[in-house]
């Protein structure tokens, strides 16, 4: 087995503005095979009869993850890098808690297999210093994973946040969404 390589200095980073809703991010994520060729990552539109809009929806990867917090059999762990983990096959009891607790709405269960699933930002490739796939497939850019330096260089208009607030509930997270410079502004009562 591969000793982990996880490069610290890149990160995730999702922009629902160059999102073209092509699916290659889907197809690309079903294609790996410790998902059981489903795709953990989806596309949705927002308003699909009005709107060609699309929006990416993944695991965020919490600080804090409330997943985690509610698994009662401990099936789900996060990394000494902060990647949260799918369940553990052998430990999940299907419960579905996590997918309740999730605020961006992100664990699926799969019926077949009673079993919890994820994005666990493609560990297999990450962990030894390559992207996760559906970066390494996306034509817009819409999803990308780099260094945050190279990240501003290349988009000198947007900002990243990875703050988000669920009524009185501050949610940070590992991977970080991009904003158009200015139009974000982190508000706690």
């Known amino acids: ?3 982990p390589q996880f490069n610290t200095e890149m990160e ?3 922009d629902p503005q160059r999102c073209i809703g092509c699916h290659a991010c889907e197809m ?3 294609e790996c095979e410790t998902n059981g060729q489903l795709p953990m990552i989806t596309v ?3 308003k699909r009869a009005t709107s060609p809009q699309t929006v990416m929806q993944i695991c965020m990867h ?4 409330a997943c985690a917090k509610v698994c009662p059999a401990d099936a789900i762990v996060k990394d000494e ?3 949260v983990m799918s369940a553990n096959t052998s430990r999940c009891v299907g419960c579905s808690n996590c997918v309740l607790a999730c605020p961006f709405g992100v664990p699926k269960k799969v019926e077949l297999s009673d079993l919890m699933m994820k994005c666990n930002m493609c560990y297999d490739r990450t962990s030894v210093g390559k992207r996760p796939m559906c970066a390494t497939v996306c034509p817009s850019g819409a999803l990308w994973y780099g260094t945050r330096e190279k ?3 290349l988009r000198p208009n947007s900002t990243p946040i990875n703050t988000f607030v ?3 509930q501050e949610v940070k997270t590992k991977v970080h969404y991009m904003m158009p410079k200015g139009s974000t502004k982190l508000v706690v009562d």
């Open 44 to 46: 949705d539109y927002v």
């Open 81 to 83: 890098f902060g990647v």
């Open 1 to 3: 087995m591969i000793a």
């Open 12 to 14: 995730f980073f999702m």
């Open 28 to 30: 690309a994520c079903a």
């Open 62 to 65: 919490c600080e804090d993850p």
């Open 166 to 168: 669920f009524g009185k």
């Open 151 to 153: 990240l501003e260089r």
